[in-house]
């Protein structure tokens, strides 16, 4: 397999785009990482789009807008994981030779639906029954809190932290500060969830260009290296399972850390999936941040912030930046490309050169998740 | 004279297959068991999970559990009533069910507090109230 590089990426902001269709919002992502690689868009040899809800023929229709047509297009639908499995696709395909320089999209617009919690699959058992995602976590949480004695201050401070970062993230859909009493008097979701301890919906795009790391120094002196990638499904258990242990991460962590040659004491930054406080702090404990049990203290001592040991989600993530949920993957290492080139402004990570994104979800009944993704670069 | 399941109850119930109504109008939830590795699954599969046998059977599960977790749940698609309280409850067969918990405050609830099978009117959609399994405490 060849090295694999990204050269280029862009993204808009995360927001409500209501009056936009789903090519409108998408093109300028995919135009700016086009720009950022200084390539033409001839250059680019396939494109992967991953999006959850947006239809038939995503890509196309996102693409044509540029007259980027007439390539081998792949739609690619994996829940919140799409355009992080999407780039796994492109990384394979370049890895292995058949492309030099491939397109890789993520584009999502849930205002569509109107409101309200994210729609989910009618055929699962559960969801029939009233599964909802935030009742999910909702109860992962609450097991989490009786099982290691977390509270419900500790979970607030994740969104504290979060909108911290993401008032400092241009391309984010909140960008104010909020604090632990806001998040606790916030209207009630699904307890112990108040609606900022949820991801928002919202709509948006990201888009990256990768290539051989041959074809890459042609084009920039700086490329970031891909060091592993890394798509996994949940494992269906019929029975009793352990909700305070994302299983999928735990594995596909593994999986990434023995790829890439990299520990997650290696890791400078991370982008991980916060759809809801809880996770992020699940995630803590399954990506090797710290002990199982510890996450709350990892984040009260401002490791996890900018500045501390580990910073997670220095772009707001999905709790501050937003959750166009297919969109999100690819946003993630737009932001963590940003960092190990020193282009984050006032939110860089000092002296970053190994980034991890990790990238989960799907709500069936029997799994952890669905998906997981998890990615490492370094420079 | 008693009245039959089927007036008690308006609509069949939502779990379908998943739940067996008896002639007194109580319900029994229904799973399989493989005859060939002896996994027990709910709701009730045509292929077993665990060793792609299609050699499976229903069998009752027991109306008694425990609560692992729950949530209260504020916001939802508009059929359902809420707030409502759902949660997961693990059944002595190793079976894991979700379900909508009733008869009892929120702030009664325990984690791993046994609870019992029941029906219940959970919301509501074109054709009518929806009714099916729910889980309710045990009277101490």
Redesign the interface.
């Known amino acids: 397999m060849r090295e694999v590089s990204v050269i280029g990426v862009g993204m808009v902001p995360f927001a409500k785009y209501r009056e936009k269709t789903l090519a409108e919002i998408g093109w300028p992502a995919v135009k700016a990482a086009i720009e950022d690689a200084g390539v033409e868009k001839r250059d680019i040899e396939a494109a992967y789009c991953g999006s959850a809800l947006g239809g038939m023929m995503s890509g196309q229709r996102v693409l044509k807008q540029l007259g980027i047509t007439g390539l081998p297009i792949t739609n690619v639908e994996n829940a919140c994981s799409s355009s992080s499995s999407a780039f796994r696709q492109a990384y394979i395909a370049v890895a292995a030779g058949v492309y030099d320089m491939v397109l890789v999209l993520g584009v999502e617009k849930l205002t569509k639906f109107g409101g ?2 994210l ?1 989910l699959e009618k055929e699962d ?2 969801v ?5 995602m ?2 999910l976590y ?6 989490y809190m ?1 099982d290691y004695g977390l509270t419900k201050e500790q979970l607030a401070q994740v969104a504290v932290k979060a909108h911290k970062h993401g008032a400092k993230n241009e391309d984010a859909q909140y960008r104010n500060e909020v604090t632990v009493e806001e998040v606790m008097e916030a ?7 108040t609606l900022l301890h949820c991801c928002p919906s919202g709509d948006g795009a990201a888009a990256v260009v990768i290539a051989s790391a041959e074809k890459a120094r042609q084009y920039t002196t700086k490329p970031v290296r891909v060091a592993c990638s890394e798509v996994n499904s949940g494992k ?1 258990v ?4 352990d ?1 305070t242990t994302p299983e999928i991460t735990v594995r596909g962590a593994k999986q990434a850390y023995e790829e890439a040659h990299i520990g997650p004491e290696d890791v400078d930054v991370a982008e991980v999936h916060d759809a809801f406080t809880i996770a992020e702090l699940l995630y803590y404990e399954a990506l090797g941040f710290c002990n199982k049990g510890d996450a709350a203290k990892l984040l009260e001592d401002g490791e996890t912030s900018i500045g501390g040991r580990i910073p997670v989600n220095p772009s707001g993530g999905l709790l501050s930046k937003g959750h166009p949920i297919g969109a999100t993957g690819a946003a993630q290492i737009v932001e963590v490309v940003r960092q190990l080139r020193g282009q984050a402004g006032n939110r860089q990570v000092d002296g970053a050169k190994v980034a991890l994104t990790h990238c989960t979800g799907g709500g069936i ?1 029997g799994f952890d998740h669905g998906a997981c993704s998890i990615h490492m670069f370094s420079v | 004279m008693a009245q039959s399941a089927e007036e008690m109850h308006e609509q069949p119930l939502l779990a379908g297959d998943a739940v067996r109504v008896e002639t007194d109008g109580g319900a029994k939830l229904v799973g399989i068991v493989c005859g060939d590795c002896e996994a027990k699954v709910f709701p009730p599969v045509p292929v077993c999970p665990e060793c792609m046998s299609e050699n499976v059977s229903e069998i009752e599960l027991s109306d008694q559990g425990s609560l692992y977790t729950w949530s209260v749940v504020h916001v939802a698609p508009k059929n359902w009533k809420v707030p409502y309280t759902a949660g997961y409850v693990d059944l002595p067969e190793g079976v894991r069910v979700f379900a909508h918990i009733v008869g009892a405050d929120s702030d009664k609830l325990e984690m791993d507090m046994p609870m019992f099978l029941t029906t219940a009117v959970l919301g509501q959609d074109e054709a009518g109230p929806v009714e099916s399994y729910a889980f309710t405490p045990v009277a101490k």
């Open positions: 309200g919690t729609p058992f559960e029939t029954h009233g599964l909802v935030p009742a909702g109860m992962r949480a609450r097991r009786h209207r009630e979701i699904a307890e112990p969830f269906y019929t029975g009793f399972r909700m009944s």
